[in-house]
Each structure stands twice: as structure tokens, then as C-alpha cells.
């Protein structure tokens, strides 16, 4: 195992006792540092044998409103507190598991237990019929008067569409004289550098995928396309979707989205389908769903349980969901790692953004495990960077006090919404849940695979926001976005977009 000194955190916090002393000017009392100078050995603290809820002065419930900016800026926190029943957080070294046929092998076992496997390059190239048909369709269109029907739009400059109807109809002719009467199934094992022909006629040659993984998974419960991808080291991550028989145009926007995105739940919200038609098509119970998502998570053997849950639909179109473009409906199933009966937070952040743009690092983002089912079983499985747990850095970490950590909570909520008036007119956060975990955090200038896990608190909510000719309504009360992150052990906030 990897063992490297963490050399830098962001540094966004102060200590309580300045935060009492400075309410009236926040903004000269908050001190963003980075470096290796500014980070504190963290202390162990001894076990008082009561919960941590008790030993941190942690409410089941928190309340408080403030208003600032003029009253342009409004903090609306009604949240649930949310802590594990432990005594004690510790923190621990983290890495990126080793990214080989082991771990390949582990995932494909636990998803495709007795599946056979094909190259996706051979078994999902176009037939002759799938020419034919495509060709069929864009004709229609086109008798329609319908030239743009994927709606690509047009050129500003040209006024030219896009998309070339006739252009695309001479293609697909010309291509469907070369094309297989039969798709070829090459079986194969999923893993890298595997060789595969590459173009068409005589320009075919060989090529490797490298860091790559394309493939068709057969198996009793249906067929799937499957991808691994290392492109971007150290991040890995593996993809499975259910191969669709209602997607009838493959140019088409398709996909799955979470309930949190396409929902309607807002007064006035123009797209979305409202949860009560939603429920209408669900064919399945979240129960039976949950339990098959587990039972696939669970041969994986990291000790994941299920977070959180949301319902999901499967649409297409180019203007997101409406309830005449929804063509299946189940439930995603957030998983995450426990460490001592502590939950690794999670969060709709995937970290790993980078601060400078024009930056040749290459970021780690957090692991995530997603699992989408329904009816008919198992439709996505999204899983990015599993960690590999390792030693105790500190046991029995000292945390804050909860009192501490709202205060600097508040205040920082206010100076990072200080330009706020630039933006919007008026943006009011609903803030609905507090929950006490662990996140990663890692310091990608100095080593861009270990990091250290560390409690942490998440402020999760949405907001409201009116701007001249625009405005939008959040709730918040089904969001997994963190509007603040704070180190629970010395006050510090944590970007989670770039995870540190």
C-alpha cells in the first residue's frame, strides 16, 4: 500500500472562538491558505463511551434563517441532522484500488456471473438492415418536411442546417453495400489490450484498446453493452446498460435520468413528469428492486451498503423529460462504502474538477456506485475509482463541537454568496439535511492516487433564485448537491467539486 504524507488541504475555516468574536465582518475573518505550513497534526480524543450525537451537542433538528446582501441573500436552514450511532471517527489513508485483471475480473464476475462475452466492435456494427431502416425513417422525415429530426439546429452564420438529411440518406446507401448481412460475435474476456480491425474495405488495420474495454455481455437476464475505461488514470470507471429494443432511432438522445432532475415537483417547473404518473408505470416495488440491486453490489466485497435512493426514468429527446417522452421508469440505488459502520458520504459531486483549467494534472475523482433497476431487472450500473482502505492515521479524532461547525457553516455560506447581487437578484437557499460522514480528500500537486479519509459535514439543500427575465425554485428537500462541506475535525471547508 501506498503510503505518501498529504501535503496540502484547502483552507477555508477559522477556529470558533474567532468566528464569535468576528460576526459582523466575516469576510476579514475567513483565511483561505493552501500548503504544507498550514496543516495541523489532528488530535485523538479519549472515548467517552456516549454516542457521538451526545459528545458533539449535535440536535435532531436544526433551525435558523438569516438574511444578507440587502436582503438579496437568504439562508433558510429547516434540516435534519443526520450522524452514525458510533462513538468515534478515525481518519484513514485511502488509495486508488490497482487497476488490473483482478479488479476487471471482480467486477465482471459480480455483475455477469455465467455471461458470455462479445467485442462490441464487430457485434454492434450496422447490418444491412440497419441501414435500410435508417434509411426509411430519414426518408419519412424528409416526405414530412421534417429536415432537422434530431434537432441539431443550424448554423448561425450560414443560417445551413447541421444536419444534412440527403447527405446522411447517400452515406447510409453507399455504406449499406459494404455492410454485413449478419452482425459477427467475436467472443472475448473482458480485460485490456485487446486487438480489433478498425475502418472499413481496404483502409481496415489493426488497433488496440489499450486502457479500454468495449464489449456485449449475453446473459439470462438480457443482453448489455459493458465498457471499461483507464483513459484517464487514475480514475477507472465501468459502465453496464441493458441493450434497448424501444429505442427506435439510435441518433436520437436517450438515457436515464434521476428523479431529482426530472421530477416535477416545482409550481411553474415547465419540464419533468410529475411523480404521481411516474408511480403509475412503475412496475416493480422498491423493495424487490433494492434487493436485486444489493445482491449484485454485494459480490463485489467492499463493504457497500445503500445511501440513498431516488426514483429514475428512461427517456429520449433533446429537451429533457415530459411525460410523453418517458419509455421506462425504476429506481437508482446509491451505494457507499462503510468504514466502521460510517458511511463515506455521498454526494452528486463526482470531485476531481480542476482549479486551473489549463492544468496537465490528471485529478482523482471519488469512488460512486450507482445501480439503476427495473422491471426486468438490472438497466445501469455506473461504478467509478474503488478505493482501497488502509491504515489508521489518527484513531479517535477530535472533532469539533456541532455549535462550532454551524457557526462556521453560516458564515461561510454568506461570504461565498457575497457577489450573489452580480448574478441573480435574489437566490434563497433551502438547506434540509445535515449529515455527519466521511470524504475522501487528496492533494492532487503532490500525489494524484492516495488521499486521506476524513469526517466531514454536508449541508445538503437547492435554492431559489429570480434574475431579470428568469427565475427557478428548488426546495431542496430532495437534493444530494452539499452546499457547504466542513471538515468536521478543524473547521476547514472542502470543495467538493475538486475534492479537497
Known amino acids: 500500500m501506498k ?7 484547502l483552507m477555508a475555516g477559522i477556529c470558533a472562538g474567532m468566528l464569535a468574536g468576528c460576526q459582523e465582518t466575516p469576510k476579514e475573518s475567513i483565511v483561505k491558505q493552501k500548503g504544507a505550513a498550514n496543516i495541523k497534526e489532528y ?62 475480473d471482480n467486477v465482471s464476475q459480480a455483475f455477469f456471473d455465467g455471461a458470455k462475452f462479445y467485442s462490441a466492435h464487430t457485434y454492434n456494427i450496422w447490418t444491412k438492415q440497419d441501414y435500410q431502416e435508417d434509411i426509411t425513417n430519414l426518408k419519412k422525415y424528409k416526405a414530412e418536411g421534417n429536415l432537422d429530426p434530431y434537432g441539431y439546429g443550424k448554423d448561425e452564420e450560414t443560417g445551413e442546417l447541421f444536419f444534412d438529411i440527403d447527405e446522411v440518406i ?48 449475453e446473459t439470462a437476464e438480457g443482453i448489455f453493452d459493458y465498457h471499461i475505461s483507464y483513459q484517464l488514470a487514475p480514475d477507472v470507471v465501468f459502465k453496464i446498460e441493458r441493450k434497448r429494443d424501444d429505442v427506435v432511432d439510435s441518433r436520437e438522445l436517450s438515457e436515464w435520468m434521476e428523479g431529482e432532475y426530472g421530477i416535477k415537483r416545482e409550481e411553474g417547473q415547465e419540464s419533468g413528469i410529475s411523480e404521481e404518473k411516474l408511480k403509475e408505470r412503475l412496475d416493480i416495488s422498491k423493495e424487490d428492486a433494492e434487493k436485486m440491486a444489493i445482491e449484485k453490489v454485494e459480490r463485489l466485497g467492499w463493504d457497500m451498503e445503500v ?54 494534472l490528471s485529478p482523482w475523482s471519488y469512488e460512486r456506485c450507482n445501480v439503476i433497476v427495473g422491471e426486468d431487472g438490472i438497466q445501469k450500473v455506473e461504478i467509478f475509482n474503488p478505493y482501497h482502505v488502509g491504515d489508521i492515521q489518527t484513531e479517535h479524532v477530535k472533532l469539533m463541537d456541532f455549535d462550532s461547525i454551524v457557526k462556521i457553516y453560516e458564515q461561510m455560506m454568506e461570504v461565498s454568496n457575497a457577489n450573489v447581487k452580480e448574478q441573480q437578484e435574489k437566490r434563497t437557499y433551502h438547506i434540509r439535511k445535515i449529515a455527519l460522514g466521511y470524504s475522501r480528500i487528496y492533494n492532487p500537486n503532490a500525489d494524484n492516487d492516495t488521499g486521506l479519509l476524513v469526517p466531514v459535514w454536508d449541508f ?41
Open 170 to 217: 447517400a452515406r447510409d446507401e453507399q455504406e449499406m453495400q459494404d455492410a454485413p448481412d449478419e452482425i459477427t460475435k467475436e467472443e472475448i474476456t473482458p480485460s485490456f489490450g485487446l486487438e480489433y480491425w478498425d475502418g472499413k474495405g481496404e483502409e481496415m488495420e489493426k488497433a488496440v484498446d489499450t486502457n479500454e474495454f468495449w464489449g456485449v455481455a
Open 460 to 500: 445538503f439543500g437547492g435554492f431559489d433564485f429570480e434574475a431579470e427575465g428568469y427565475s427557478g425554485k428548488n426546495s431542496g428537500e430532495f437534493s444530494t448537491q452539499s452546499q457547504m462541506t466542513i471538515n468536521a475535525i478543524d473547521g476547514t471547508v472542502i470543495d467538493r467539486e475538486m475534492g479537497y
Open 3 to 9: 503510503k505518501k504524507t498529504l501535503t496540502m488541504l
Open 43 to 104: 488530535e485523538s480524543t479519549e472515548q467517552t463511551g456516549s454516542p457521538l450525537q451526545e459528545t458533539l451537542g449535535a440536535p435532531e433538528h436544526y433551525t435558523n434563517k438569516g438574511t444578507y446582501e440587502n436582503g438579496a441573500l437568504v439562508i433558510d436552514t429547516d434540516a435534519e441532522i443526520i450522524l452514525p450511532n458510533v462513538e468515534t471517527m478515525n481518519t484513514y489513508a485511502v488509495s486508488a484500488q490497482e487497476v488490473g485483471q483482478d479488479l476487471i
Open 307 to 360: 445511501y440513498g435512493w431516488d426514483y429514475a426514468m428512461f427517456y429520449h429527446g433533446e429537451n429533457g423529460v415530459t411525460e410523453d417522452n418517458v419509455l421506462d421508469t425504476g429506481y437508482i440505488f446509491q451505494f457507499v462504502r462503510m468504514v466502521d459502520e460510517v458511511p463515506i458520504t455521498y454526494t452528486s459531486s463526482y470531485g476531481g474538477a480542476l482549479e486551473d483549467m489549463d492544468s496537465t
